[in-house]
């Protein structure tokens, strides 16, 4: 793949092995992934479409099945069982890295769940029997996100097809598992967002700096892209961006790639164990050990700790002598625990390494190890790659900060919690956003002497056209807009209409121009009433040279009205309903304080969570709704704003009947 061109990773600068890609006595076709910009995901398959044929390439189809929670409640609604009663079961069912708890598990693990297993009402019995019968099920088909096939011929010559999904496309009625055994390869063509950003930065480096960066050739040494590591200062930057990642990073202070594709391979279930000793290693704080000298310069890099298949492959080569396709069947067999295979491979490793001179007991003893972590062991080929992702968007982050987080905020937008995160981060790096500017229009975020200029088409309700049309009217007029009468006497206020100028002022964008926004609010009927004169007066006068100009000037700009500027909460309250959040300040500021010595979550990250323990949240009350409950009673949600982002929140009606009178839209 390298020498092709397909990825500009060296495996040799990384000690990669090819047999754990493709090796003479592997059966299988390996998984070949590749990643796109996932605004140019498209024109991928466009390309192997036109290159292989349009009949010869299809998408694959996928089933999505029943999670605990969906068949818990789609079982429910059969036996016609209260929601709320429903609710009280599915909410105490967490995820682990993603992945949603069977039922099985939940009511195993979770004290909050036992009664549900110890209950003798027979509609609960019979709401579990039949859930846990269903859990898993197909529940519909729909076309894979990223799954594509490409055929010697038309793909219907090999299997049957189908419609899937919204769009009518036509689908391979095989699975991906199905494909391979029928003998076809399947290829995942992925869209990944973290490569549009770095494109973006990129492109916004060069316009703002006049700097072309080549983002493949950029020093692997950088040093203060290692301080941002080690700092923990990872928001945004692929792959480390997690609470609990930038705590590890504090810890181990990264000073190569080598070291941060082992924290990567490193941070997932079970090999977690292994994290604290990996850095005490590192820091000389433990002493590194290894059971025989031969394995030294296979674990030297991960400071003696087993991380990745690569390693095993490696070391049944160089203890057992096994050649690194039968090591990587041995990697494969211990992977798949199947007690058959396991023994006849300890014999063969026993005695390959006996004939290598290697004691009995410590061939044991290095089995016995590789066995351990083989279940664990990353692919180093997928981690090296993917920490060199990462590294690049840090280097950008550390080295172009304004502009990294204003590609972020352009990518991200249509999340608020995650926006919410980076403009805490732009906060706490001293990155200036300012305010949407009628008089410094731009589609999308952009960067302005190190300050991030807001991006208008995020605002609710105003969208790409009406900014394109500000951007031509601007550059038409050669000067600023000096109000929002004048902005509508000069843009098309077909375009720019009632619900733009509404969204516009609700961000702030006039706030540098005349009147407060409660006078811009109210103001907009009167200005675009104004704007159809103005342009009515030219075009009666267009037949003579200056008598069009004179009259329409004749027009007076009306009078803001007298009235009082919003509340600061309210002026807070009406950002975040056009932009989804808070911009200029936030309600918490004056909290602040407070919010960090006794809040133990933050909303936007749902790791800080628990489910086992009383937790304290700190936020702003917004989007309230109350409800009327199966028994009559009222019960309310809402959602909690905070810093880093936003919770929704239920409230009972047993306690929503003693506290409800607290809950307020924008308390906090």
């Not at 999505?64 to 909410?91: E, F, G, H, M, Y």
Request: with cysteine.
């Amino acid at each position: 793949a390298y020498a092709l061109g397909i990825t500009n990773v060296n495996p040799l600068d990384y000690d990669l092995l090819f047999e754990r890609f493709l090796n003479p006595a592997r059966k299988s076709m390996p998984d070949i992934d590749i990643d796109f910009a996932d605004d140019q995901r498209g024109e991928g398959i466009e390309y192997v479409k036109e290159k292989y044929g349009e009949e010869s390439v299809c998408q694959i189809i996928t089933f999505n099945r029943l999670s605990s929670k969906a068949v818990l409640r789609d079982v429910a609604r059969v036996l016609k069982i209260p929601i709320p009663q429903v609710n009280n079961v599915t909410k105490w069912i967490p995820s682990k890295f993603g992945k949603v708890y069977t039922i099985e598990q939940a009511l195993d693990e979770v004290p909050e769940l036992k009664w549900v297993k110890t209950s003798d009402d027979p509609v609960i019995q019979e709401w579990i029997k039949y859930s846990k019968i269903l859990e898993g099920m197909n529940r519909n088909a729909s076309k894979h996100a990223a799954g594509v096939v490409i055929t010697p011929g038309k793909v219907s010559d090999f299997v049957p097809l189908a419609k899937a999904g919204g769009d009518g496309d036509l689908v391979t009625q095989y699975n991906m598992k199905e494909l391979e055994d029928a003998g076809l390869l399947k290829m995942d063509f992925l869209g990944l967002r973290t490569l549009t950003i770095i494109r973006d930065t990129i492109d916004l480096v060069k316009k703002t700096r006049g700097i072309e960066i080549d983002i493949e050739n950029i020093p692997l040494d950088d040093k203060k892209t290692y301080e941002l590591f080690s700092k923990g200062r990872t928001t945004a930057v692929f792959q480390f961006e997690s609470a609990p990642m930038r705590e590890y990073l504090l810890k181990l202070k990264p000073t190569s790639i080598d070291d941060l594709a082992a924290m990567n391979a490193l941070y997932r279930p079970g090999p977690m164990d292994f994290i604290d000793d990996f850095i005490a290693c590192k820091h000389g704080r433990k002493e590194i050990k290894f059971l025989h000298p031969v394995l030294e310069p296979i674990l030297n890099v991960t400071y003696g700790t087993i991380v990745y298949q690569e390693q095993v492959i490696q070391i049944a080569n160089k203890v057992a002598g096994m050649s690194l396709a039968e090591a990587d069947l041995l990697r494969r067999a211990m992977g798949k625990k199947d007690t058959k295979a396991m023994a006849e491979q300890e014999k063969k490793f026993i005695e390959g390494a006996v004939k290598n001179n290697i004691p009995e007991k410590v061939a044991k003893d290095i089995f016995a190890v590789i066995d351990k972590f083989a279940n664990y062991g990353f692919n180093k080929s997928h981690a090296v790659a993917y920490s060199i992702v990462a590294y690049q968007t840090a280097y950008l982050k550390a080295n172009y900060l304004a502009e990294f987080l204003a590609a972020n905020l352009t990518n991200e937008f249509g999340n608020s919690d995650k926006v919410t995160l980076l403009l805490e981060d732009c906060r706490k790096l001293k990155i200036k956003v300012l305010p949407p500017d009628i008089n410094k229009p731009s589609v999308f975020f952009t960067v302005e002497n190190k300050k991030i200029i807001f991006g208008m088409s995020a605002i609710k309700n105003v969208g790409i056209n009406a900014v394109k049309e500000i951007i031509r009217a601007r550059e038409e007029l050669g000067k600023d807009f000096t109000s929002i009468f004048d902005l509508c006497s000069y843009v098309d206020t077909r375009v720019v209409n009632k619900r733009v100028l509404e969204g516009l002022v609700k961000a702030g964008a006039f706030d540098k121009l005349n009147g407060s926004r409660a006078q811009n609010f109210l103001a907009i009927e009167a200005a675009l009433d104004f704007g159809s004169k103005i342009k009515s007066a030219i075009d009666k006068h267009t037949d003579s040279l200056f008598g069009g100009q004179d009259e329409a000037f004749d027009v007076k700009e009306p009078e803001f009205e007298n009235i009082n500027p919003w509340s600061p909460k309210d002026k807070l309250a009406k950002e975040r309903e056009v932009l989804g959040f808070y911009l200029s300040g936030h309600p918490l500021a004056k909290y602040e304080t407070e919010y960090y010595s006794f809040a133990t979550v933050k909303f936007g990250e749902p790791e800080t969570f628990a489910v086992d323990k009383m937790v304290i949240g700190i936020g702003v009350i917004t989007e309230i709704r109350t409800k009327i409950d199966k028994s009559g009673k009222t019960m309310a949600f809402f959602k909690l704003d905070d810093f880093s982002g936003s919770c929704e929140c239920l409230m009972f009606s047993k306690v929503y009947k003693e506290f409800g009178e607290c809950i307020q839209e924008e308390s906090t």
